[in-house]
Antibody, heavy 117, light 107 residues
């Protein structure tokens, strides 16, 4: 079964760091475009970051320079390292698989991040 | 980054109504656009990809049209399970972007 399971969310103080994990099953993370998408309370979906099958990465301006996406092919997982966290990073973070020309066809259930003192 | 302007922000409709949601891109994106349905507490769901292609398992009452800068999602006959928030997403170029969302509510 194709599945994504996120973990690593929690409460962190402003300026702190957190590392989110996305464990994949049923396919290899290196064969797809893996994304992080977030939804802040009361807000819409916001695309955060992508790691392409070739390894190229990209980020939304709001997180560029603070967040870093990576993957471990042996663990078949994708990670989001979040540094210098701000209150506005508070959100439910989803991991989503995408394929060229198809979009995000598989999503996890999300992991919640709260940035507060 | 490409801006995606979605309208309306919300709408009220009855079961059986035809519903149309529009998304406009700030520059041409060919047909690299998807539509997603999101219900509170659940993961988003891909409905349409490539602007017009129906994702496997999605009911045929959902359809997409458009290319370039103007795109439309149509629900031909709204069903109770369709009340949700809908988003467009461009995956044409760097920094993919979502529209602001359209909340479809029961009239």
């Amino acid at each position: 079964e194709v599945q994504l399971v996120e973990s690593g969310g929690g409460l962190v103080q402003p300026g702190g760091s957190l590392r989110l994990s996305c464990a994949a099953s049923g396919f290899g993370v290196s064969t797809k475009y893996m994304n992080w998408v977030r939804q802040a309370p009361g807000k819409g979906l916001e695309w955060v970051s992508i790691i392409y099958s070739g390894g190229i990465t990209d980020y939304a301006d709001a997180v560029k320079g603070r967040f870093s996406i990576s993957r471990d092919n042996s663990d078949n997982a994708v990670y989001l390292q979040m540094n210098s966290l701000r209150a506005e990073d508070t959100a439910l973070y989803y991991c989503a698989r995408a394929t060229y020309g198809v979009g995000m066809d598989v999503w996890g259930q999300g992991t919640a991040v709260t940035v507060s003192s | 980054a490409i801006q995606m302007t979605q309208s309306p922000a919300s709408l009220s409709a009855s079961v059986g109504d035809r519903v149309t949601i529009t998304c406009r891109a700030s520059q041409g994106i060919r047909n690299d656009l998807g539509w997603y349905q999101h219900k509170s507490g659940k993961a988003p769901r891909l409905l349409i990809y490539g602007a017009t292609r129906l994702q496997d398992g999605v009911p045929s009452r959902f359809s997409g049209s458009g290319s370039g800068t103007e795109f439309t999602l149509t629900i031909s006959s709204l069903q109770p399970e369709d009340f949700a928030t809908y988003y467009c997403l461009q995956d044409y170029t760097y920094q993919w972007t979502f529209g602001q969302g359209t909340k479809v509510e029961i009239k």
